[in-house]
């Protein structure tokens, strides 16, 4: 069947890369079912696009705030109504489930929604200057063109993160979204064109890391990039931005624990693991890839949690009954391979799943069993190493000060989460967990958007997003007016 062919969207045109290349978006349930060709763009490709954006800066800056808010609010109106059609696109081209991808666009929605307030506030600051007959103040401006290189996970929530922020402090942007989802971005984009968004203010340029990410990341013109991705490439992001002092936001990689201590509730500390582990097949930065569990508890919920996991039913995301979708590749399933080899070679016992599916229809698609280890030691791979797919590890700990040393171990802090009914513990552990987010008595996935999002350690360069995003697409001019009609120096005429 033919499929559609896409282009960049470049100062409000769709334009073929200069590159002449492109690449296949395939279907991770069925490679066979292709949602689109995709422009792999390159250099050229990014500075017209560049270029785009640094002319719509012009003047969009110059919109008023709510203005540009209005345009968001009605783009979150349009993903309503678009919504179904717009996840049903996002589980075709990514592999998770339909309620997941529906999830995904409302998370985009809220965001429109949230971030369209935030257009009547951009508040500053007054403050009572020094001197007589004279004003101080300080304003958000925006800081110009900004580079966005977004995952594949959540392919329209991350690219609505980081653009409506953005947009409604009077950034344009470019960005370059993940080349396993590109067509989740394009579908936001286009809701926001159609609410009114000037050409030039986003533009999308599709393709890889190396060919269109770098150039993004290097661009003079370009002031600012925000990135969500691996820690790796994180890291290289952030090296090459430093070269012109170009400021970077990181969102990268976890490796999210679940405590469960043994005045939990059973029932809801699996369901909770079993959500945290499996939603997203594993895929979430925010992902549960550790359960710690007291001792005095282990056995049963090892033994429940495994029951449960085996009869988790793993298929296309399109289908109903489905509770796991695919991988999103063949590369992120070499991992997941690889992780249950590091494991069992480690020591660590296999007790569920610990392989790729090829039977029947899952042969024509990347998907992986539910897999659980036990008996895994803080110090093994796989109990420190983020894996991204359907793998978790049970660990096993005596006091409740045991388990939080061991939750933060690891190199990442993003999201954590402990099951009790002792108020005191819960506290303690809120105070006590290296991590961005901790949960009492939930999953370690599921931020709202109003709330900041992001983590410390090598998960993060500090920044965050969510309610704290307006802080990295700002940057903040101090404002002094003097109505003395006189020269007043500061920290001199004030000492009379
Ligand atoms: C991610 O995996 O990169 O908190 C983001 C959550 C989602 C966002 C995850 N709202 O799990």
Known sequence: MAHPTYSNLIGGEWLPPKSGKSFLNLNPADHSDVVGEFPASGADDVALAVAAAKKAFATWRLVPAPKRA??????GQLLQERKEQYARAMTREMGKVLAETRGDVQEAIDEAFYVA??????????????????????????????????????????????????????NTCVIKPAEDTPLSTYN???????????????????????????????????????????????????????????????????????????????????????????????????????????????????????????RLRVGSGLEDATEVGPQVNDQQIETSTKYVEIAKSEGAKLLAGGERLTDGAYGTGTFFAPTVFGGVKPEMRIAREEVFGPVVSLIEFDSFEEAIEIANSIEYGLSTALYTRDVNK?????????????????PTIGAEVHLPFGGVKQTGNGHREGSQAIDFYTTWKAVYVDYSDKLQRAQIDNAE
Not at 131 to 136: D, G, R, S, Y
Not at 221 to 240: K, P
Not at 426 to 442: C, K, P, Q, V
């Open 188 to 310: 936001l984009v286009q809701a926001l064109m159609d609410a009114g968004l000037p050409p030039g203010v986003v533009n999308i340029v599709a393709g890889f890391g190396p060919d269109a990410g770098a150039p993004l990341v290097e661009h003079k013109d370009v002031r600012a990039i925000s990135f969500t991705g691996s820690s790796e490439i994180g890291s290289i992001v952030a090296q090459r931005a430093a070269a012109n002092f170009k400021p970077v936001s990181l969102e990268m990689g976890g490796k999210n624990a679940q405590i469960v201590l043994d005045d939990a509730n059973l029932e809801l500390a699996l369901d909770g693991a079993l959500w945290g582990a499996f939603g997203t097949t594993g895929q979430r930065c925010t992902a549960t890839s550790r359960i710690l569990v007291q001792k005095g508890i282990a056995a049963e919920f090892s033994a429940k949690l495994v029951e449960r996991v085996k």
């Open 426 to 442: 819960a506290f303690t552990a809120i105070r006590d967990l290296e991590a961005g987010i901790t949960y009492i008595n939930a």
């Open 117 to 170: 307030g935030e257009g009547r506030r951009l508040f500053g600051q007054t403050t009572p200057s020094e001197l007589q007959n004279k004003f101080a103040m300080s304003v958000r401006m925006p800081v110009g063109v900004v580079g966005m290189i977004t995952p594949w996970n959540f392919p329209m929530a991350i690219p609505s993160w980081k653009l409506f922020p953005a947009l409604v402090s009077g």
């Open 70 to 75: 209005e345009i968001l609010y009605k783009t």
